[in-house]
């Protein structure tokens, strides 16, 4: 699938902001009611992972691409005029990032991003998968690996350093809930 051009990031956030709206009644209206016996609370399980554990990633995902961008620019990494192109709802193609950045005709940045928090077994390889794949792009400007985690931005860190890959590896870390 080809990128998506982002138009303005305040209604990217906003567009965000009723997704998660969204996604909050799902949950409620599938965990509505009481479930008492453990083959009833199974099903609830059931529905909530088939109904709705790839818009829990995408949402995520999408919003730390946005927040990327407002740390490449915040961070005079990127102009603030920088156009934008992003895989905000899938894993990128192997000769595309999730986000590029473009300033007067040249790509100035690419970046990949993980709301993954732990880096182990499956994780851990795609942590190398990514950085390994924006070493191999071609043209593409100052390369960035946006983490969530401390964790997973010592992993990164150590596996970019280990091979010699020069990406730069920022942990990005997003809203914590309200305590009640």
Request: hydrophobic letters at 35%.
């Amino acid at each position: 699938m080809a990128m998506k051009r982002l138009g303005i990031l305040s209604e990217a956030i906003s567009d965000i902001d009723s997704k998660v709206d969204h996604f909050i009644q799902s949950v409620r209206r599938i965990t509505k009611g009481r479930s008492t016996s453990l083959p009833e609370k199974l099903s609830v399980l059931r529905r909530l992972r088939s109904e709705i554990y790839e818009e829990l990633n995408q949402i995520q995902h999408e919003y730390m691409i946005l927040m990327a961008i407002g740390w490449l620019i915040e961070n005079k990494v990127c102009d603030p005029r920088t156009i934008w192109d992003m895989h905000p709802r899938q894993t990128s193609a192997l000769d595309e990032p999730d986000l590029r950045g473009t300033f007067e005709g040249k790509i100035v940045v690419s970046a990949e991003v993980t709301t993954s928090e732990n880096p182990e077994g499956i994780i851990d390889t795609r942590i190398r998968r990514a950085l390994k794949g924006l070493h191999h792009l071609s043209k593409a400007g100052k390369k960035y690996y946006f983490v969530r985690t401390v964790r997973m931005a010592k992993r990164a860190r150590t596996k970019a350093r280990k091979n010699n890959w020069r990406v730069k590896v920022v942990e990005l870390s997003l809203p914590e809930p309200p305590s009640m």
